[in-house]
């Protein structure tokens, strides 16, 4: 089944839950202090926090196929307040899209790109696994 079948929001919903029962998918203790972009004020409230941005990074991976850190960053990064001064774009924080890929890693669902391009790229694995969320 294509995962674009079903609404964006659903899918990631859904592929959170499962992400929670794998063991490498473990929300570290320092993600509860750091702020998910330089942009951003304060850490995030949600509880499900680090499988939501898990699910939401497995996805781009499915869709762009060979996805790297610096691409995710400015993926997730967002326009700063400086205060009277204009608001200006600040990429996302790499140290946590990072671990996320090196959890993926060793749960088997991606691997290192060998092509011309570096980044990450989903195993076969992984794209059952993603095709395989209802």
Same mark, same amino acid.
């Given at each position: ?31 509860? *202090?750091? &702020?998910? /972009?330089?942009?951003?004020? @304060? ?10 941005? %898990? ?33 200006? *774009?600040? &990429?996302? /924080?790499?140290?946590?899209? @990072? ?10 669902? %991606? ?24």
């Amino acid at each position: 089944m294509s995962i674009y079948k079903i609404s964006h929001n659903e899918f990631n919903e859904k592929l959170a839950e499962a992400l929670k029962q794998i063991p490498e998918f473990e929300m570290p203790e320092w993600a509860v *202090f750091v &702020k998910t /972009s330089v942009a951003k004020e @304060r850490p995030p409230q949600d509880e499900d926090f680090w499988y939501k941005r %898990a699910a939401s990074i497995l996805k781009q991976l499915y869709i762009h196929e060979i996805v790297g850190v610096n691409r995710m960053k400015t993926r997730y990064g967002g326009k700063k307040d400086r205060g009277a001064r204009k608001s200006k *774009f600040r &990429k996302g /924080s790499g140290k946590i899209i @990072r671990t996320i890929l090196q959890q993926a890693e060793a749960a088997g669902f %991606a691997e290192k790109a060998k092509e011309k391009r570096s980044g990450r790229k989903l195993t076969d694995y992984g794209k059952k696994f993603l095709e395989d969320i209802k």
